[in-house]
Each structure stands twice: as structure tokens, then as C-alpha cells.
Nanobody
Framework: QVQLVESGGGLVQAGGSLRLSCAAS??????YSWFRQAPGKEREFVSA????????HYADSVKGRFTISRDNAKNTVWLQMDSLKPEDTGVYYC???????????????????????WGQGTQVTVSS
């Protein structure tokens, strides 16, 4: 049975940092990604990392501030979030692709329709 368990969310002041984790069980996947959803807004792509070969992607809004990484042995992906802004507030979701969807472009990677499994989400709140 596939499970994605996110953790690490919380309340932080602007300029602070949080580190989210996504622990997967049941099997490994080709691509692991983070999405977020703010109240009243659509879910948006944040970052993606392949399990083996491929590109790492970031949304323009988080580039230079967020870093995605993985630990293959633990089947876990992290999202280090630095210099947080109030507009980063939202529920952060981990999502995975069983088979890597190509082409490996941000447009494709950012489309939530290509993801097979989703976690339950973890709340991130950044106060001003």
C-alpha cells in the first residue's frame, strides 16, 4: 500500500525557515514533487526531483529560497524553505509519479494531473 506522509509544517515569521519531509512507503517512484495550495487559490507547483536521472525543477517564486533533496535509502524527500514570505503560506503536498512523465520540462512536471499519489498535506503559515 502506497503512503506519503508529510511533516515539518508550522508557524514561522517572515524571513524564517522550515524543512518539510515526505516519507514514502510501499515502493519507490520516478519523480517526487511538492505542490502547495493557499486558501481560495488553486494548487500550484513548488519543486520536483527525480529519483535517479533527470532535472530538478523549481517554481520561479521559490527559486533561490527553497531546496529540494532526497535520500534514496530512506525513500524520503525534503524541502528546505528559507527566507520565507507570507505568500508562501498554504498547505504543502507531496506528490509522486510512478513512471517519469516526459518531456522533463517544468511545464509538464508542474501539471498535477501527471501525479499518481498525493500525501495528506502539511500546513505552513508565515506571519508578517
Amino acid at each position: 500500500q502506497v503512503q506519503l506522509v508529510e511533516s515539518g509544517g508550522g508557524l514561522v515569521q517572515a524571513g524564517g525557515s522550515l524543512r518539510l519531509s515526505c516519507a514514502a512507503s510501499g515502493r519507490t517512484f520516478s519523480r517526487y514533487s511538492w505542490f502547495r495550495q493557499a486558501p481560495g487559490k488553486e494548487r500550484e507547483f513548488v519543486s520536483a526531483i527525480p529519483w535517479s536521472s533527470g532535472m530538478t525543477h523549481y517554481a520561479d517564486s521559490v527559486k533561490g529560497r527553497f531546496t529540494i533533496s532526497r535520500d534514496n535509502a530512506k525513500n524520503t524527500v525534503w524541502l528546505q524553505m528559507d527566507s520565507l514570505k507570507p505568500e508562501d503560506t498554504g498547505v504543502y503536498y507531496c506528490a509522486v509519479q510512478s513512471t517519469m512523465v516526459v518531456p522533463d520540462t517544468r511545464t509538464v512536471v508542474a501539471d498535477p494531473r501527471w501525479y499518481d499519489y498525493w500525501g495528506q498535506g502539511t500546513q505552513v503559515t508565515v506571519s508578517s
